[in-house]
């Protein structure tokens, strides 16, 4: 069993208007864009990052808005939702702000003896809120999100999949206890986490196969500490028989990534260099940032991109 990973890094989806995009993570849900780059695979689309105020990892919600994408198919095989943590008391807050901002799928519930606000992304992406006691995260406060309402990070991720057999297995080799089974969900719990340490198994043995597109999850990444434990977590995966990508250079940590046997694409991100490698943290997110190798496309792609603001 694997030691090396801390819970979630980020979780990237994809998104049809950056614009629409942007405008939801900042100022609906609070949280702070703290990189605007390019997808580095296809440098005339943007990665946007949202975060804390840093963008430590376990709070990062990345995106690839692909203009006019069409809306992905929700199914199995994939993240169906992604939760946020939020202080004790405040969905009432958060209820209202979201019902008033339009943000449809608004539906409270209980589940594992805690309070949760369903809602969905502004391309029908599967999103949670979830109130936690004690969530010592630092907080990024703006757009009208105070300290007592803010929120922490993730939470989860919960993955639909057809069987949970393989995917249980590997989520313990990973470093993960099993929780607690209820209702067609096995939690499991990562000990020591980052603040982001729960995965949920839906099992659905009779959806298909979800068809990416806007408003899905990509990937997921999990944390590792530094490119040392990165490449011992590599190498005992692909000890165990996954095929394994070689490390590569995502500018603000290296990245891995692996194909899970229910089929939701997996990474293992590092905590290292982070956000601030290129930007002051006061200025995180706002100038457009660029990777070596598309440096040269800069004055085409300041004038192809949609702008964010303004
Ligand atoms: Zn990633």
Redesign the pocket.
């Known amino acids: 069993m694997l030691t090396q990973i801390k819970g979630l890094?980020?979780?990237?989806s994809m998104a049809a208007d950056a614009r629409t995009n942007n405008q939801f993570f900042t100022h609906v849900l609070g949280l702070r864009r703290v990189k605007k780059t390019v997808n580095f695979d296809s440098p005339d689309v943007y990665h946007l990052y949202y975060g804390d105020e840093t963008g430590a990892p376990g709070t990062v919600m990345?995106y690839f808005p692909f203009p006019d994408m069409g809306s992905g198919r929700p199914g199995t095989g994939e993240v169906g939702t992604t939760v946020f943590s939020v202080p004790e008391g405040s969905l009432g807050f958060w209820s209202d702000r979201l019902s008033k901002r339009g943000v449809t799928g608004l539906k409270a519930e209980e589940t594992f003896g805690e309070k949760r606000l369903n809602f969905a992304g502004s391309d029908g992406d599967g999103f949670a809120l979830v109130e936690v006691r004690e969530d010592n995260r630092p907080v990024w406060t703006a757009n009208g999100v105070g300290e007592d309402h803010a929120i922490r990070g993730f939470h989860s991720v919960a993955m639909r999949l057809r069987d949970e057999g393989a995917t249980a297995e590997l989520l313990k080799f990973m470093g993960y206890e099993t929780f607690e089974a209820g209702d067609g969900v096995t939690r499991f719990i990562m000990p020591g986490s980052n603040g982001a340490g729960i995965v949920d198994l839906e099992t659905m043995p009779n959806i298909q196969h979800g068809l990416q597109g806007a408003g899905s999850v990509?990937?997921?990444?999990f944390s590792v500490e530094n490119r040392e434990k990165q490449l011992e977590v590599r190498k005992a995966l692909m000890d165990t028989g996954y095929r394994v990508t070689p490390v590569i250079d995502?500018d603000y940590?290296w990245?891995i990534?692996f194909r899970t046997p229910g089929g939701v694409l997996f990474?293992i991100?590092t905590n290292e260099p982070g956000f601030d490698r290129d930007e002051d943290t006061a200025h995180l997110g706002e100038a457009l940032k660029l990777p070596q190798q598309h440096k040269h496309l800069r004055p085409i792609l300041e004038q192809h991109l949609q702008k964010l603001e303004g």
């Open positions: 890094h980020h979780v990237t990345t990509h990937h997921v990444a995502r940590f990245a990534y990474e991100a």
